[in-house]
């Protein structure tokens, strides 16, 4: 059984769509799995109000000092940080792995990960463009 928790984003949504039963192309078997330390908080276990890393806040000089002493501190100490959106605070994830996979396994995998690169590319791309 495989915990979903655990599971890198990318990784979820293609074990979501390999248990799927209305999907012919899935494969037989799932990519065997290491555990790492998860990239959006970086093994901290917690962001910045539960939000990606790609979603931060950050402040100027002048903003930072606007915001006076006791919100500097809470700032600092965390008081706004919320469990990772990823790794629900666990700190770690879970990612295929291509040892211990079989090939064919594998290779769905990869061209998944690829499908998925491709469409954030294009979400990224219309996002610039304005549509």
Do not use: K
């Not at 950050?58 to 706004?80: K, L, N, R």
């Not at 090939?103 to 549509?131: F, L, P, S």
């Amino acid at each position: 059984m495989i915990d979903f928790l655990f599971l890198s984003p990318v990784a979820r949504s293609y074990f979501e769509w390999c248990v799927d039963p209305d999907n012919p192309d899935a494969p037989e078997a799932v990519p065997a799995l290491v555990r790492e330390v998860c990239g959006e908080c970086q093994g901290r276990g917690v962001t910045w109000l539960g939000r990606p890393r790609w979603d931060a806040v950050s402040f100027g000089g002048d903003e930072w000092a606007e915001m006076g002493p006791e919100s500097q501190d809470d700032w600092i100490s965390g008081v706004y940080d919320q469990p990772c959106p990823v790794c629900a605070g666990r700190r770690v994830v879970d990612v295929p792995t291509p040892e211990g996979t079989p090939t064919a396994v594998w290779e769905a995998w990869v061209a998944h990960e690829q499908d998925e690169w491709e469409h954030e590319a294009q979400v990224r791309a219309e996002i610039r463009a304005g549509c």
